[in-house]
């Protein structure tokens, strides 16, 4: 019972932070630029508690999801000159784009951290075709590749990627055995059952190995690994676009939920790993060019500075209002599947 409330605890507190980061950049950047905020709050719902301190109420609410902060004059017109739509261009989309960018910069801060204290994530070499190339290029199963042609590596689908996009006749593999860095040139087979180029690798799936770096070098290649996982990201979504991803892959917040549970059971640093992950996922879906998002704001942004002047406000609401209802409509969606093995079981018992 103890260790089930600890693990509920847990996934609050990190979609707790993920929200308290987003909106913090919001806030912070609003305070720089001299735009009066009237409220910070963490949830929705009715108000739990709360204090004020100066011209902000900061208030926790009761649904632990979500968050918002309340400018003066964000969706109404305000004679305030403190008024957020009477700010200036940049400084209307720098408050929105902050928010986004905390996300980012929370993922960054976590990596560096894991990185320093664990070490950056490698492939390491499961087993070896029998016949194909890496079998007799002096490779060995439990070898930690950490780079193909010089450029760092960190998951499976990277290794692949890599292997199956160069244009050289062979690639060049750098490894970790025994504390020591090797480096294998290897020819690369074109695969027709595949259709593509292979060396012959077959990477542990399920693990990854830990290459310990100095700080300067987890600074340098923190920002590499989370551009690695945006790419990963943009691809799952273009696969989900094209039919190459299934829907049922496709996760909302029941699963989100489900895995976040999951991951708290294995420890603190799995958990913080998938907090990263969540925030620089979070970032990049809310700069979707959708209304109601930040991306959505900022391509407003973008009209106005185009035209010269502002779209009509209550146009503008009106497109954020269909966004936020697409969204919803998404959301439940989404949800529904997540949820779907658990009816058609509830289905079964009635």
């Given at each position: 019972?103890?260790?089930?409330?600890?693990?509920?605890?847990?996934?609050?507190?990190?979609?707790?932070a993920?929200?308290?980061?987003?909106?913090?950049?919001h806030?912070?950047?609003?305070?720089?630029?001299?735009i009066?905020?009237?409220?910070?709050?963490?949830?929705?719902?009715?108000?739990?508690?709360?204090?004020?301190?100066?011209?902000?109420?900061?208030?926790?609410?009761?649904?632990?999801?979500?968050?918002?902060?309340?400018?003066?004059?964000?969706?109404?017109?305000?004679?305030d000159?403190?008024?957020?739509?009477?700010?200036?261009?940049?400084?209307?989309?720098?408050?929105?784009?902050a928010?986004?960018?905390?996300?980012?910069?929370?993922?960054?801060?976590?990596?560096?951290?894991?990185?320093?204290?664990?070490?950056?994530?490698?492939?390491i070499?499961?087993?070896?075709?029998?016949?194909?190339?890496?079998?007799?290029?002096?490779?060995?199963?439990?070898?930690?590749?950490?780079?193909?042609?010089?450029?760092?590596?960190?998951?499976?689908?990277?290794?692949?990627?890599?292997?199956?996009?160069?244009?050289?006749?062979?690639?060049?593999?750098?490894v970790?055995r025994?504390?020591?860095?090797?480096?294998?040139?290897?020819?690369?087979?074109?695969?027709?059952?595949?259709?593509?180029?292979?060396?012959?690798?077959?990477?542990?799936?399920?693990?990854?190995?830990?290459?310990?770096?100095?700080?300067?070098?987890?600074?340098?290649l923190?920002?590499?690994?989370?551009?690695?996982?945006?790419?990963?990201?943009?691809?799952?979504?273009?696969g989900?676009?094209?039919?190459?991803?299934?829907?049922?892959?496709?996760?909302?917040?029941?699963?989100?939920?489900?895995?976040?549970?999951?991951?708290?059971?294995?420890?603190?640093?799995?958990?913080l790993?998938?907090?990263?992950?969540?925030?620089?996922?979070?970032?990049?879906?809310?700069?979707?060019?959708?209304?109601?998002?930040?991306?959505?704001?900022?391509?407003?942004?973008?009209?106005?500075?185009?035209?010269?002047?502002?779209?009509?406000?209550?146009?503008?609401?009106?497109?954020?209002?269909?966004?936020?209802?697409?969204l919803?409509?998404l959301?439940?969606?989404?949800?529904?599947?997540?949820?779907?093995?658990?009816?058609?079981?509830?289905?079964?018992?009635?």
């Amino acid at each position: 019972m103890l260790s089930t409330l600890l693990i509920v605890i847990e996934v609050i507190l990190v979609f707790s932070a993920l929200i308290l980061i987003h909106e913090f950049g919001h806030f912070i950047v609003a305070k720089a630029v001299g735009i009066k905020v009237h409220e910070f709050s963490l949830g929705m719902g009715p108000r739990i508690t709360g204090i004020k301190r100066g011209e902000t109420e900061y208030n926790l609410r009761a649904i632990p999801i979500g968050g918002f902060i309340r400018p003066e004059g964000e969706d109404a017109e305000s004679e305030d000159p403190r008024a957020f739509g009477n700010k200036p261009l940049w400084a209307r989309a720098a408050v929105v784009a902050a928010g986004p960018i905390s996300n980012f910069i929370l993922a960054f801060i976590i990596i560096i951290a894991l990185f320093t204290y664990l070490g950056r994530p490698a492939i390491i070499v499961g087993n070896l075709t029998a016949g194909m190339p890496a079998a007799s290029s002096g490779l060995q199963v439990g070898d930690v590749i950490t780079k193909i042609n010089d450029k760092n590596v960190f998951f499976p689908p990277e290794l692949i990627k890599q292997i199956s996009s160069s244009k050289d006749a062979k690639i060049s593999m750098t490894v970790i055995r025994n504390n020591k860095e090797l480096r294998f040139n290897i020819p690369k087979v074109y695969s027709q059952t595949e259709k593509r180029f292979m060396v012959g690798v077959l990477p542990v799936q399920e693990a990854a190995g830990f290459v310990q770096s100095n700080y300067w070098e987890n600074l340098k290649l923190s920002p590499i690994y989370l551009a690695a996982i945006v790419d990963e990201i943009g691809r799952g979504l273009k696969g989900l676009f094209t039919g190459q991803v299934s829907k049922d892959e496709v996760g909302g917040p029941v699963k989100i939920i489900q895995i976040t549970s999951e991951v708290a059971k294995t420890g603190i640093f799995n958990l913080l790993n998938l907090l990263a992950l969540l925030s620089l996922n979070l970032g990049i879906v809310n700069l979707f060019p959708i209304p109601a998002l930040d991306g959505g704001r900022l391509i407003f942004f973008a009209i106005e500075g185009i035209r010269g002047k502002p779209i009509e406000q209550k146009k503008e609401a009106v497109a954020h209002m269909v966004g936020f209802v697409f969204l919803i409509s998404l959301i439940i969606l989404i949800t529904i599947n997540d949820i779907k093995p658990w009816l058609q079981k509830l289905w079964v018992l009635f």
